[in-house]
């Protein structure tokens, strides 16, 4: 009978690992001893001990030669959250993940980690310190949302302790720091088109912004407790900086300090929710004749007018999580990575 070589436990897969969370956990895991090998559709960066394998999660054979001798697979690829492109969301993230899970048992992966998100329980309204046992959203508010769901179920439900698969899901919210393509990016964008004065609603309203290192910790420590006989075995965990801020003091903070203006004047959340709404089911009509994409989308408009935050308990009791860069560090460090982006340059 042919025997399979245990793999190393300190060998990993990083799907997704070009992106821009999945490139900070590369630089981690090499950094803690690991031997990494990155399977995403791009190759973005080169670095020693770190093999490159270029393709779609969609092709299994493809995704079997990136998962070989290796007892760990981190599956962070998604298409980007704002496309509205929901054939492309369901073949990545549902079909894809499936594809995911048959290839790990093909190559006896012992351990897949998949990154979740927060917002599989956000309906557009408040979340006040949300547990990890609110339901799925009911009615998500987009194709990313949606999929998201879908996705962390497949994972979960694979988790099997006879067939010796472990599964786990780290749901971080508001992901930011240096070279995240979309924050900071759309902030400022969005501040040269002079579209950021205004507040949505009070200001009042409480979010959770999570520093990329704290996310990268989160998934460091879930693969390295994730154990037949651990809690972790087919759950969720919130990872966030555990320090919920005012939306809008964030945003400001940042804009502020990449030398914009802060944004002053409210406007009421119903007005705006309905004007993004409207502007979103124009533009749905008028796709075949001419393409436009509002800044505000009802998705945004949500998460910028209500209050989420989600308590990290869970994960500091089962794997001793703590985030080790605290908000105003993290946002020093962020608005010094962005020079380019400043105000005049
Ligand atoms: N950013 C955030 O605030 C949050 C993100 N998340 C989750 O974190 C994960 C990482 O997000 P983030 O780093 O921001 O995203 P990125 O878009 O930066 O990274 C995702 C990577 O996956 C690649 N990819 C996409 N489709 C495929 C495919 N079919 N096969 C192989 N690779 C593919 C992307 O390539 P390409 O760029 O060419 O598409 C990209 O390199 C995602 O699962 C996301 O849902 C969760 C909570 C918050
Ligand atoms: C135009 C402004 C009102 C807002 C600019 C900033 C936004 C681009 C970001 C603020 C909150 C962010 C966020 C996500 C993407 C970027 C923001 C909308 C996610 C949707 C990314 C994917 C997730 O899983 C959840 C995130 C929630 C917060």
């Avoid at 001990?49 to 092709?59: I, N, P, R, S």
């Avoid at 493809?62 to 599956?75: D, G, Q, R, T």
């Avoid at 927060?118 to 949302?145: C, H, M, Q, R, W």
């Avoid at 200001?203 to 460091?220: A, K, M, P, Q, W």
Wanted: with cysteine; charged share 20%; aromatic share 10%.
């Amino acid at each position: 009978m042919a025997t399979r070589i245990r793999p190393s436990s300190k060998r990993c897969t990083v799907i997704g690992g070009s992106g821009f969370l999945g490139r900070h956990l590369v630089e981690r895991l090499v950094d803690r001893g690991y031997t990494v090998n990155v399977f995403d559709i791009r190759q973005a960066y080169e670095l020693p001990g770190v093999t490159f394998y270029q393709g779609d999660l969609c092709d299994k054979l493809a995704l079997v030669m990136a998962l070989k001798e290796v007892s760990i697979v981190f599956h962070c690829a998604s298409p980007a959250p704002g496309s509205d492109d929901g054939a492309l969301f369901q073949r990545v993230n549902i079909d894809g993940t499936r594809t995911v899970i048959q290839a790990c048992h093909e190559a006896g992966v012992q351990k897949l980690i998949l990154t979740s998100s927060a917002s599989v329980v956000f309906e557009g309204t408040d979340i006040k310190n949300g547990k990890e046992d609110l339901p799925y959203a009911k009615k998500p508010i987009d194709y990313y949302t949606e999929t998201k769901i879908k996705q962390e179920k497949l994972v979960l439900e694979a988790c099997s302790k006879e067939k010796g698969f472990l599964t786990v899901a780290i749901r971080p919210h508001g992901i930011f720091g240096p070279r995240d393509p979309q924050l900071v990016p759309i902030l400022v964008d969005t501040a040269r088109r002079g579209k950021m004065k205004f507040i949505i609603g009070d200001g009042s309203n409480l979010v959770d912004f999570t520093y990329v290192e704290n996310v990268v910790h989160g998934h460091i420590l879930a693969a390295e407790h994730l154990k037949a006989d651990s809690p972790l075995c087919g759950q969720a965990y919130h990872i966030t900086n555990d320090e919920p801020v005012r939306f809008w003091d964030f945003m400001s903070q940042i804009l502020v300090g990449l030398g914009y203006s802060a944004p002053r004047y409210h406007l009421p959340y119903a007005l705006v929710y309905g004007i993004a709404l409207l502007l979103w089911f124009i533009s749905l009509i008028l796709r075949p004749l001419i393409q436009f994409k509002p800044t505000f989308s009802p998705m945004r408009v949500a998460l910028a007018g209500t209050h989420h935050y989600y308590s990290c308990a869970r994960a500091k009791q089962d794997m001793g999580y703590r985030p080790l860069v605290p908000l105003q560090e993290a946002v020093v460090r962020t608005v010094e990575s962005y020079p380019h982006l400043r105000n005049g340059e």
